[in-house]
T-cell receptor, first 115, second 112 residues
Framework: DAGVIQSPRHEVTEMGQEVTLRCKPISGHDYLFWYRQTMMRGLELLIYFNNNVPIDDSGMPEDRFSAKMPNASFSTLKIQPSEPRDSAVYFC?????????????FGPGTRLLVL | QKEVEQNSGPLSVPEGAIASLNCTYSDRGSQSFFWYRQYSGKSPELIMSIYSNGDKEDGRFTAQLNKASQYVSLLIRDSQPSDSATYLCAVISGAGSYQLTFGKGTKLSVIP
């Protein structure tokens, strides 16, 4: 398996622009997680899905952030409008039911810089 | 606010020595505990999990949990330069929860 795939790997945008991050989980995994990592706040869970349904979005910082999972092989995290404080590395991870934490694999991340 | 605290380091140890990484957590209801390793510029990878008090060993790694003291640690025996990375402690609170709370990590440097 190719592992969790994220795109783009790097994104530079200007404040106010819309940013869309994409994730393809490992085939057969039914949990998908979006994380954000910054020096100040560390690694934070933003939202997670089970069988394409959002289960907990309490980590989403504000209404500018939204996430969707239209099918089992694709998820997006959108920021609109983007702000400089959104600059971070965004990770997507996926795992299997029943062994969710033992089988959680992270993607390579998307480095976002908002100018 | 559930918190997971780690010393940010850097922690420097000579090659072959034992590296000891520590983590405390605030939520007494925490059930599951994990250690992740993250190389610079890379994504985190799970290296150890522990669920009950005591020690759990896997190769050169030993995780130790003391729920009464709300303390979890990771020992790396015979440290190698390839162990140089940031180690993240993560905690799940409550049965059935999938909410992972991470510490900010301890940077370990193993000196050849």
């Amino acid at each position: 398996d190719a592992g969790v795939i994220q795109s783009p790997r790097h994104e530079v945008t200007e404040m106010g622009q819309e940013v869309t991050l994409r994730c393809k989980p490992i085939s057969g995994h039914d949990y998908l997680f979006w994380y954000r990592q910054t020096m100040m706040r560390g690694l934070e869970l933003l939202i997670y899905f089970n069988n394409n349904v959002p289960i907990d979005d309490s980590g989403m910082p504000e209404d500018r952030f939204s996430a969707k999972m239209p099918n089992a092989s694709f998820s997006t995290l959108k920021i609109q409008p983007s702000e400089p404080r959104d600059s971070a590395v965004y990770f997507c991870a996926s795992s299997l039911t029943g062994l969710a934490w033992e089988t959680q694999y992270f993607g390579p991340g998307t480095r976002l810089l908002v100018l | 606010q559930k918190e997971v605290e780690q010393n940010s380091g850097p922690l420097s140890v000579p090659e072959g020595a034992i590296a000891s990484l520590n983590c405390t957590y605030s939520d007494r209801g925490s059930q599951s505990f994990f250690w992740y390793r993250q190389y610079s510029g890379k994504s985190p990878e799970l290296i150890m999990s522990i669920y009950s008090n005591g020690d759990k060993e896997d190769g050169r790694f030993t995780a130790q949990l003391n729920k009464a003291s709300q303390y979890v640690s990771l020992l790396i025996r015979d440290s190698q330069p390839s162990d140089s990375a940031t180690y993240l402690c993560a905690v799940i609170s409550g049965a059935g929860s999938y909410q992972l709370t991470f510490g900010k990590g301890t940077k370990l440097s193993v000196i050849p």
